[in-house]
């Protein structure tokens, strides 16, 4: 497994903007897939997007389409999730997670993850 921290979260009016990084250390991050989820209150964790080893892949949730992006730097080990015209329902607490898998996949299915962030909260105000 490979450990990871999120940062960058915080609270931003609606329409702002905000971007995410995730560390990972103690694996070669070129070797997972990356991930991030989310989990608001009261409800279950979801997909946001996911990118390939060596990012010739994305996938987005649909919701999240054309608003968020995510890259993957991995000669800093890092993860990103640039996140625009923020609406008060992307208020959740956003994880990012790695997947050993091959070299083209995206996985989007949270089983397929095996190690996880401790997370970092977003706050979206109307």
């Known amino acids: 497994q490979v450990q990871l921290v999120e940062s960058g979260g915080g609270l931003v009016q609606a329409g702002g903007s905000l971007r995410l990084s995730c560390a990972a250390s103690?694996?070669?991050?070129?070797?997972?897939?990356m991930g991030w989820f989310r989990q608001a209150p009261g409800k279950e964790r979801e997909f946001v997007a996911s990118i390939s080893r060596s990012s010739d892949k994305t996938y987005y949730a649909d919701s999240m389409k054309g608003r968020f992006t995510i890259s993957r730097d991995n000669a800093k080990n890092t993860v990103y999730l640039q996140m625009n015209s923020l609406k008060p329902e992307d208020t959740a607490v956003y994880y990012c997670?790695?997947?050993?898998?091959?070299?083209?996949?995206?996985?989007?299915?949270?089983?397929?993850?095996?190690?996880w962030g401790q997370g970092t909260q977003v706050t979206v105000s109307s």
């Open positions: 103690g694996r070669p991050f070129s070797m997972y897939a």
């Open positions: 997670a790695a997947s050993p898998v091959t070299y083209y996949a995206v996985p989007i299915q949270s089983l397929e993850y095996d190690s």
